[in-house]
């Protein structure tokens, strides 16, 4: 028997069986061997039945009498059985409806039984319990710790931990995988030895020992794969993308704002900085909760690349975010000349160019652009993922900013290299825990904005039953009268008759029903099904407080700064994860007005939810974040179940420590310098 011998010529079970493995992958001894235990059982101290606790899991041995079989209703079959032990004591064991266990339990047999003692009419009494011949073989299902199988209806974990012994000795044909280096230095077990470990543990170390052997190579070779996809990105050394950090201009930049930037966007252009002095094409990862100023980190680095001659280009999910993109940083651009031309230093940095290319622009403005763009005069184009989708060519394209990553994928990051592999910086609102970062992004290098800027107060937020809804409202009318706007999101456009959604409130209905209660308030409705030109219209004419009230769906939820919204509330919440909830609150809190987000819930007992509560409790993204990951999973953080978690078998994401260990040795393996550990 070696590693590729066909099962069929070991297992000694039918051709159904072999048929069956085969749908599950297994066909030679290897693949068997890898099939390995989701978990362990310790059923290694055997009792003896006075020792037992009635109705608790126990093993015990003894020997058994005669079995009878009996029919019972319904054609069914019962077994009966009396157990004795060692110490003679004796229980009833029976089993229903496993007529062949007559075959396989001879009278007087040495058996191991598993299962619960219980009490039954005064007599003490063992159902179906799993059983074993003892003999003079090593137990293999009872009386040691023992291996527990995924679960399968053919293939159960009792046949196969039968069927395991018999390719057990192929484990020491087994090759390593790991370097014998990062072995020793990590005090890891060899790959056979794990293996037999958590086929056929002798003690719970063992298995404890062969886990953290099996989980470490796991997040090793992911952490591997992303530092190879990062020198991949890099690629070739190109002098032409080393662009000098430029202290003054940065100095001069924060001179020109009405505020002070915070020490987090201080850090985060340093650290973005140092990138692009290199040779090699910056990864980097820049995450800021919604309302942190990324816009501003990304304008100093983008006036610090034109500077030294290079264009940028700024990718966001929608037209909308564009054209708010633009006119931010073409704002921001243009104090920052003004200033300098009050300082005479008008020849620092010419006023850059900025344009606008979406899939709208009209076709001959957008053949000016792309001339533009090739000839050099533009220097910053800003767009939708048409920018680079479409055969758009730079003179010298040295920056791509996307903003919200996780709708850009690992393809369209292939076509940017084409356009001359610039520096790259992903923004994102998402607010991933570092250690989940380095396990999804690990191909970037990674920049927090950890304070919100400015002194602006804390969201107050409210969960809110149906029937609380007057007062609320009476008290947004009052809002309203001091002239602040509001947002209302609704989970549906239209409303609708089916069962489970009845109750849940749509933006037209909701429009109706406001229109009704407040007929004296402007309000406007925004939805996906609009044109994109009808929805910018409606946002630029709400921005102008042309109206009082935005009722929308969730397309209010990416990137929108309308500062005199002071009040965001969401109808049917509950149908909402907790980090969506935190980007639309995230829409509010942007002045020095105190802002309120109101939660409304369709049903009274909804709006008990501990998801829901954490909003009243947190406002911080990083920590609602964790409490997702712990209610729900890592799938529901915003917008992530699309950015393809690798998935683990043994590898525990979310334990910072073994996450970093991976990553050093896989940096140490790859002799590659690490990042920062902070
Ligand atoms: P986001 O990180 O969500 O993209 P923005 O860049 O849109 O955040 O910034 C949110 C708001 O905060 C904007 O109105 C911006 O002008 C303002 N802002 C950014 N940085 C600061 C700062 N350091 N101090 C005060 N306000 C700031
Ligand atoms: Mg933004």
Known sequence: MNL??????????????IAVLGTMGLHTVEDFLFYLPRAHEDLSSIQTIAQSPLNEKVTIRGSIGALKIVRIRGGKYLISTMFRDTSDEAVEVIWFNQPHIKRMLPENSDVVLTGKIIEKSYKLQMQSPQFEIAGNRPLVHAGRLVAVYPQHDVINTKWLREKMVLVKDAIDLIAETLPAELLADEKLLSKKDAVRALHFPEKPEDVEDARQRMAFEEMFNVQTA???RKKMWQGEHQKRLQIPMN???IKLFFASLKFKPTNSQKIAIYEILKDMEKDTAMSRLLEGDVGSGKTLV??????????AGGQCALMVPTEVLARQHAENVSRLLLTFHSYLEEQGMHD???LPHVALL???TPSPDARAIKIGLVNGTIDIVIGTHALIEEPVQFKDVKLVIVDEQHRFGVAQRARLKDKGNPHFLAMTATPIPRTLALTA??????SVLLEKPGNRKIIQTKVVAPDDRKTVELFIDHQISEGRQIFVVCPLITGSEAEEIKDVKSVEQETKRLKESFPHRRIATLHGRMLPKEKEDVLREFKAKEFDILVSTSVIEVGIDIPNSTIMIIEGAERFGLAQLHQFRGRVGRSDHQSHCFLFTTTVEQSKSPRLRAMEKYDSGFQLAEIDLKLRGPGEIFGFRQSGLPEFQFAQMFQPEF??????AAERMMGVEGARAS
Not at 4 to 17: A, E, F, G, I, S
Not at 441 to 446: E, N, T, V
């Open 4 to 17: 590729k011998t066909p099962l069929k010529d070991v297992l000694h079970t039918t051709n159904d069986h």
């Open 226 to 228: 992303a530092l190879e």
């Open 247 to 249: 202290a003054e201009l």
């Open 298 to 307: 990304a304008v100093a680095v983008m006036a610090t690349a034109i500077k």
């Open 348 to 350: 620092f940095i010419r």
């Open 358 to 360: 979406t899939g709208s």
């Open 441 to 446: 992004y690990g191909d970037h290098d990674l």
């Open 659 to 664: 996450v970093l260990r991976a990553r050093r």
